[in-house]
């Protein structure tokens, strides 16, 4: 019987589009699911969208759009892009399915049948873009939200309570019996420290606003957006629909998760499902964050680009291959183009790309391309073999453990090791010296070396792994191969044909090659100063949008500044500071579309963040703003 692996990402919030950062998880649970696929699991895979609440609804208001319809296209997006990355998720959900939405309510129903739900009245602080509550101690400075750092609401509401209190101990013994519930341990631990000051009763539902899985029994009230994405995970697969799916899948056994919804994911998540008595899941693992070129990926930095790009620049598999090994997994890391370039250089088109061409061309050259018998061992060849057999152990091992990084580490000593195999053995002297049976048996080792290390990449570099299957002329096999392949050494046959092919990995050059941003400010200012011109490129990187200026006041002790609050549509709303105070008064320019640079990085002015600029013209001492005659929706881009 096959063993089952039910692995999981967060169900992304679609008021946005996907970056380089929400890709992450997605592909390294990509990367666990076909790997379990490979080792003979029964894998289920799920991703989705997590489409109720306030921030949703706020970014469907503003862009003009009801909820739903908002939804609708956002979710495409998301699916398309999940499939233009190769992403083998088996099923897609979206919060707002009917289905979805009848599973929470009797989710929910359960959870207060059993005693864990009452009324009260929540007072607290909200911060809208991580749909959090907070309390008042919990704050960061200035009043702001202690995970994301943006301005909190304060809301006065009556709302239902689940009762997480009561399972405050339940969960400090499960966290002390399963050491391994929350990875990695530093993240555990962080739990741990919340579990032992004590969890408060949290509230499961909101009454301001309608856009949300009505409360059962009481219509009023939405249910929370954060309890009604957690019972995705159980609603996805059949709970309460179709039990024997569900309990062939339940419980999962990897919640891959980012580090900032942990909290949710190893407290409320676990204390829900034994609200309703049902089993946990085997492990939780929050990952670190990503920077792009070093600063922190947002929409308002202009640096959340999407994935795609990326691709199209590098290839698929140098990026899938770059986040695994690169970003220790686990801990922060930072996507740059730069270490990028350095990785698919030296060790994929050196490393791998040389071992794939030394080889073949070796063999198309001295045995008209057909993989040889290997007929006169030497001591040396024992390394290699024994070196793969032990690269395959390890390699399982660091895959098993979510070690990534370890265990692609392992396989490119390996591939070292296989180049070296080639420096010792000295084929081209052996040729030049006639002697077949040596050259014959050193080719089929590298040959079979490289089959080994294909095999190996097949879930991690999908596409490099059949390509090189292709090349030793064996790429019928790909599909369906597993890690029975890697059972022994020699599994190889020879006698087939190998093929000769462009290079895996073209080597690129930094001087000549035009990454997808510059990435840092010296490049900028050298590349400006070096040509005084700009290209249309350039140009394009200057993000201008139409902005409708909702509040507008004086800044204290400034004659010169004024505060503005606008209105940027889909890239939501901004704090700008201009000094225009002379010539407007902050009256005159409510309403007003403006014309704003979106992705200037925020600066303090004052003491108050700036996080845009209006555009105006001067002329002595008149000024004036750039305003646009005709009523175009905020957010519209200029060209
Ligand atoms: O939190 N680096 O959705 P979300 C690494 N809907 N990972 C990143 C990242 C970055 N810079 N940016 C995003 C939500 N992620 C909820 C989840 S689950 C029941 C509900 C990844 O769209 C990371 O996995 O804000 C993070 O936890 C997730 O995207 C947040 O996605």
């Known amino acids: 019987m096959k063993k089952k692996f039910y692995v999981t990402t967060p169900i992304y919030y679609i008021n946005a589009e996907p970056h380089i950062g929400s890709a992450y998880t997605t592909i390294i649970a990509d990367i666990v699911a076909r790997y379990k696929r490979f080792r003979g699991y029964d894998v289920f895979f799920l991703t989705g969208t997590d489409e109720h609440g306030q921030k949703i609804l706020t970014a469907a208001q503003q862009a003009g759009k009801s909820p739903q319809e908002f939804c609708d296209e956002l979710a495409e997006k998301f699916k398309k892009l999940w499939q233009d990355l190769e992403i083998t998720n088996d099923y897609f959900i979206r919060t707002t399915d009917e289905t ?35 309390t008042e101690d919990e704050l960061g400075e200035n009043k ?10 304060w809301v006065s509401e009556e709302n239902y309570f689940f009762k997480l209190s009561k ?25 741990l420290r919340i579990l032992e000051k004590g969890l408060k009763d949290v509230s499961i539902t909101r009454t301001s606003f309608k856009w949300g899985v009505p409360m059962p029994d009481d219509p009023e009230h939405v ?28 419980p999962a056994d990897l919640h891959l998760i980012g580090k900032e919804i942990n909290r949710f994911h190893s407290l409320i998540w676990p204390a829900m499902l034994m609200s309703v008595g049902l089993p946990l899941p085997k492990k939780i ?51 740059s183009e730069d270490s990028l370039i350095g990785r698919i250089n030296a060790d994929l088109a050196n490393d791998l790309g040389n071992l794939l061409h030394r080889t073949t061309a070796m063999i198309i050259q001295n ?18 073999i ?14 098993d453990n979510l070690k990534f990084t370890q265990a692609l580490e392992n396989l490119w000593q390996f591939i070292g090791f296989s180049n070296k195999y080639i420096d010792l053995t000295e084929p081209w002297k052996l040729s030049k010296n006639g002697d077949k049976d040596r050259l014959a048996t050193v080719l089929y080792n590298l040959a079979e070396a490289l089959r080994i290390i294909a095999t190996l990449l097949k879930p991690v570099m999908p596409r490099t792994s059949k390509e090189i299957y292709s090349r030793l002329g064996i790429a019928d096999e790909w599909d369906k191969v597993s890690d029975e392949a890697l059972k022994e050494w020699g599994m190889l046959k020879s006698g087939l044909t190998v093929k000769h092919g462009e290079p895996l990995f073209p080597r690129i050059d930094p001087r000549k090659f035009e990454k997808v941003t510059v990435s840092s400010k010296k490049e900028v200012k050298e590349v400006a100063e070096e040509l005084n011109i700009i290209t249309i490129d350039d140009f394009a990187r200057v993000d201008l949008r139409i902005a409708k200026v909702l509040e507008a006041e004086k800044v204290e002790k400034s004659e010169k500044l004024l505060k503005l609050k606008i209105d940027l549509g889909d890239l939501g709303e901004r704090q700008i500071v201009a000094g225009i105070a002379k010539y407007y008064k902050p009256e005159e320019l409510i309403g007003k579309l403006i014309v704003v640079v979106a992705n200037l990085k925020p600066a303090k002015l004052m003491g108050i963040e700036s996080q845009g600029m209006l555009l105006a013209a001067k002329d002595g001492e008149k000024l004036s703003i750039l305003t646009i005659e005709n009523q175009l929706k905020p957010g519209a881009k200029i060209s």
């Not at 939405?101 to 207060?112: E, I, T």
């Not at 009324?119 to 509550?133: I, L």
């Not at 702001?144 to 609401?153: A, D, I, K, M």
């Not at 050491?179 to 990695?184: A, H, L, N, R």
């Open 100 to 134: 979805h939405m009848k599973v929470v309510q009797k989710f929910v129903k359960k959870m207060k049948e059993n005693g864990d739900v009452y009324k009260g009245k929540y007072e607290g602080w909200y911060c809208v873009p991580c749909e959090s509550f907070w």
């Open 144 to 153: 702001t939200c202690p995970s994301c750092g943006r301005e909190v609401r």
């Open 167 to 191: 399972y405050n101990q339940k969960l400090l013994e499960l966290f002390e019996k399963n050491s391994d519930f929350v990875e990695p341990d530093f993240r555990r631990n962080e739990m």
């Open 223 to 250: 249910i929370y957006v954060w309890i009604d994405a957690l019972i995705n995970y159980v609603s996805a697969i059949g709970y309460t629909w179709d039990e024997e799916k569900f309990n062939y899948y339940w």
């Open 285 to 335: 693992y929050a990952h670190g964050w990503l920077t792009f070129n070093g600063q922190k990926i947002s929409k308002s930095l202009g640096n959340a680009i999407d994935p795609r790009v990326l691709v199209e620049k590098y290839g698929l598999d140098a990026i899938r291959y770059y986040l695994l090994r690169e970003i220790n997994f686990g801990k922060d890391g930072d996507f």
């Open 367 to 384: 045995f008209d391309s057909k993989i040889p018998k290997p007929l006169k061992k030497e001591p040396v060849d024992s390394q290699l």
């Open 386 to 399: 024994f070196g793969s057999l032990e690269t395959v152990q390890k390699f399982f091992e660091n895959m």
